[in-house]
Structures are given as structure tokens and as C-alpha cells.
């Protein structure tokens, strides 16, 4: 069984979405520690880019903040070497092509692999060119994870098909961000995705409370938070560890709160 799967074994994982180095590397350090203490299953860890085009306007502060504040790529590639000391939950990088391609694809790869971690995604690869970055990944033993958005429609299952580590469902339209209402039919999605794979399926972008998780860890084998956790770190700066900490017991909370009315139910059927 690979790493990343754990992280779904028998519950709904919860994945939060970090950007390192914002506000600092020490405070990124710190904010793990307290999201692996209050229950992620997995984080997915930002590398900065100057050019996030999946990300709306809070992620896009957060890049900018680590940028300017001096962020490189090999100092989160040694940031996450020494983390791997303390945390030893599943750890996947999310970024943009353009990262890896000016540190060299096999370079960025071998120090990933160094670095203990479990997984990549680049949000800017389409599935017909993800060929160039799945394959290395392999060579890594890196899982290269595939999304699959409501503009995927016929090819929802030729994606799946192929994919590794965890199925990213995008579940709206446009950039990353808080909504009030998620109106795709992920049910249907991911009904079609289970026909071809039974790789866990994690449902992200636009879930922030503890009722939106519940309803998308209804549907799915877990719940990515992004934009909710990257604005507490904004609004809190050093400061939000302890803050990001209580509001991600609150999710896992949640979600742990439907597989204990899932076994009830299951007693009592």
C-alpha cells in the first residue's frame, strides 16, 4: 500500500493546503506540527510562484508574501528534509509546471524523493501532457495526482483511469476560493470515476466549514482546505498556528462526527 493511501485507511481524510514560507519557514514548520496534532491525514505543501493561475486572490497574497520574503525552492526542499524528522504523515507537493521545469524536472524530482515526499500535483498540467511528468515520477517513486474538474466530462474516466496516489476532485468552476454554495454534481463524478479506479477521491476548492466538509466527506474518501487555512495564516502571522490548529480540529471534527452516525447507522441497520 503506498503512503498516500494510508492516509485514507479506513476514514475520511482531511487535507489542508499550506503555502511554505508564509509568513516564515519556522511558522510553516509550526503550522504542520499543529495540523498533524489536530488531525490532518495529509497536507499538501505550496510551493510560491509568481504566476499561481489556479488560485484566487487569497492564495495568490500567500505566494506573494513568501516571494517577497526571500522563498526559494531549495529552501523548502531543505525545509521539508528536516520536517520529515517530526511529521510523518503523507506529504505531497502542490504546484505549477514552471517551478519544476527551472529547477530541472529530474533534479526537483531526485530531492522530492531525498525529501520524503509522497506526492506531486501541478495544477497547470493538463492530462494529455502530464506524460512528462508522470513518468519521472515514477522513476521517484512519486505519485503523480491527477485532477479532475467539471470541465473534464467525457474524459472523466480516461483521467481516473490512470491516475495514482488520490483522484483531486475539483468541485467548482474557476479559481481557488471560499463558496457559499458548491453546486457541481460530484456525485455523478465521482460515481464514474469509481467504475474505473478505486483510488481514494478527495474533493477540494471552495469548502470552509465544518458542514461543507461533512456534506463532501459524504460523497468522498476525503476533504481538501485551501483558501479557509491560507487566510488564517494572512490574518495571523506568526500567531496562526495555535489559530489554524483549533480550526482544523474543528473540521476533522466533523467529518469524524459522520463516520460515527455511518457506524451507528450501520448497528442499528
Do not use: W
Request: net charge negative.
Amino acid at each position: 500500500m503506498s503512503h498516500i493511501k494510508q492516509a485514507f485507511q479506513n476514514k475520511k481524510a482531511f487535507i489542508p493546503f499550506i503555502t511554505c514560507g508564509d509568513p516564515d519557514l519556522e511558522t510553516s514548520r509550526h503550522i504542520i506540527l499543529e495540523a498533524v496534532k489536530n488531525g490532518a491525514s495529509l497536507i499538501e505543501l505550496g510551493i510560491p510562484f509568481s504566476d499561481p493561475t489556479a488560485e484566487g486572490p487569497v492564495i495568490q497574497a500567500a505566494n506573494i508574501r513568501a516571494l517577497e520574503n526571500g522563498i526559494t525552492t531549495t529552501a523548502i526542499l531543505d525545509f521539508v528534509k528536516e520536517l520529515r524528522k517530526e511529521v510523518t504523515i503523507p506529504l505531497v507537493f502542490m504546484t505549477y509546471a514552471n517551478v519544476v521545469y527551472s529547477y530541472g524536472i529530474d533534479r526537483f524530482l531526485k530531492a522530492c524523493q531525498e525529501a520524503k515526499m509522497d506526492g506531486l500535483i501541478l495544477a497547470d498540467v493538463p492530462y494529455e501532457e502530464k506524460e512528462e511528468f508522470q513518468v519521472p515520477c515514477q522513476k521517484y517513486g512519486l505519485s503523480f495526482i491527477s485532477l479532475i474538474a467539471p470541465t473534464s466530462k467525457d474524459r472523466i474516466k480516461m483521467i481516473a483511469k490512470e491516475a495514482e496516489g488520490f483522484i483531486y476532485v475539483v468541485s467548482s468552476l474557476g479559481v481557488t476560493g471560499e463558496r457559499e454554495n458548491i453546486q457541481t454534481d460530484l456525485k455523478s463524478m465521482i460515481s464514474e470515476v469509481r467504475q474505473v479506479t478505486d483510488l481514494p477521491c478527495a474533493i477540494g476548492f471552495g469548502i470552509s466549514t465544518p458542514d461543507q466538509a461533512k456534506e463532501m466527506a459524504k460523497l468522498a474518501d476525503g476533504v481538501i482546505v485551501g483558501s479557509a487555512v491560507v487566510k488564517r495564516i494572512g490574518q495571523n502571522g506568526q500567531k496562526s498556528p495555535r489559530v489554524v490548529g483549533k480550526y482544523i480540529q474543528e473540521m476533522t471534527s466533523a467529518i469524524a462526527e459522520l463516520k460515527e452516525q455511518d457506524e451507528r447507522s450501520h448497528i442499528s441497520a
